[in-house]
């Protein structure tokens, strides 16, 4: 074998190796039943491009103007494979100036990595707290549950406990509490237009006045 066609060999078997990889970690794509076109002509176009190839649709996708999402019945609703087919016969009419048939998004949760032998808030806690905040040197009668009856029910503050199927300690609100972070004088701000701000756990402590400081921040 000349020299030249072994090192491309090895460079397509090297890339055919990434490839695999890739789609081991990632997983296979997954093809809908829908898609997304940009079509000159307004709604009475989609909908005439929508009727002649088979498709329904579903009207404009969002504030996106001539933006429309069409979808396919005799189509199946998930496939490894993309319809091409379908693609290219949309893909050939003048009025479509784009078009992208949609797959399923994976959605992966997020996770802090940690990087220290002691966990970074322990580690700040430690610094920054005096001993006197301790309540366990204090008391020795403290209940590290706060006396809340909901809290053996919040299994995002102490999940990593054996009976729940997650890890997120990274919060390590139990170390906090001991050593005195009881969340007082604490300002969160939570940009949720859904939030009651008449609710009675609420509306003692809700500070409207921050309100139009973050609107201007985000505009």
């Given at each position: 074998?000349?020299?030249?066609?072994?090192?491309?060999?090895?460079?397509?078997?090297?890339l055919?190796?990434?490839?695999?990889?890739t789609?081991?970690?990632?997983?296979?794509?997954?093809?809908?039943?829908?898609?997304?076109?940009?079509?000159?002509?307004?709604?009475?176009?989609?909908?005439?491009?929508?009727?002649?190839h088979?498709?329904?649709?579903?009207?404009?996708?969002?504030?996106?103007?001539?933006?429309?999402?069409?979808?396919?019945?005799?189509t199946?609703k998930?496939?490894?494979?993309?319809?091409?087919?379908?693609?290219?016969?949309?893909?050939?009419?003048p009025?479509?100036?784009?078009?992208?048939?949609?797959?399923?998004?994976?959605?992966?949760?997020?996770?802090?990595?940690?990087?220290?032998?002691?966990?970074?808030?322990?580690?700040?806690?430690?610094?920054?707290?005096?001993?006197?905040?301790?309540?366990?040197?204090?008391?020795?009668?403290?209940?590290?549950?706060?006396?809340?009856?909901?809290w053996?029910?919040?299994?995002?503050?102490?999940?990593?406990?054996?009976?729940?199927?997650?890890?997120?300690?990274?919060?390590?609100?139990?170390?906090?509490?001991?050593?005195?972070?009881?969340?007082?004088?604490?300002?969160?701000?939570?940009?949720?237009?859904?939030?009651?701000?008449?609710?009675?756990?609420?509306?003692?402590?809700?500070?409207?006045?921050?309100?139009?400081?973050?609107?201007?921040?985000?505009?």
């Amino acid at each position: 074998m000349p020299p030249a066609i072994g090192v491309l060999a090895l460079f397509t078997a090297a890339l055919c190796a990434v490839n695999l990889r890739t789609v081991a970690a990632d997983g296979p794509r997954i093809y809908r039943n829908e898609w997304a076109l940009h079509v000159e002509g307004g709604t009475e176009a989609a909908n005439r491009l929508a009727l002649k190839h088979g498709f329904i649709n579903k009207g404009q996708i969002g504030s996106l103007a001539d933006h429309y999402l069409f979808v396919h019945r005799r189509t199946w609703k998930r496939s490894l494979r993309s319809s091409s087919h379908r693609h290219a016969s949309l893909q050939r009419e003048p009025e479509v100036r784009w078009l992208q048939q949609q797959v399923v998004k994976r959605r992966v949760k997020r996770r802090v990595k940690r990087v220290y032998s002691m966990n970074p808030w322990e580690m700040r806690l430690q610094q920054s707290s005096p001993q006197v905040n301790n309540p366990t040197q204090q008391d020795n009668h403290w209940d590290p549950h706060f006396n809340d009856d909901k809290w053996d029910k919040m299994w995002y503050l102490h999940c990593d406990r054996a009976e729940f199927a997650c890890q997120s300690s990274d919060m390590n609100v139990e170390a906090a509490w001991k050593k005195g972070y009881t969340g007082k004088g604490v300002v969160v701000s939570i940009l949720d237009d859904g939030i009651e701000t008449d609710h009675p756990d609420l509306a003692g402590n809700y500070v409207s006045c921050f309100l139009s400081l973050f609107y201007a921040d985000i505009n």
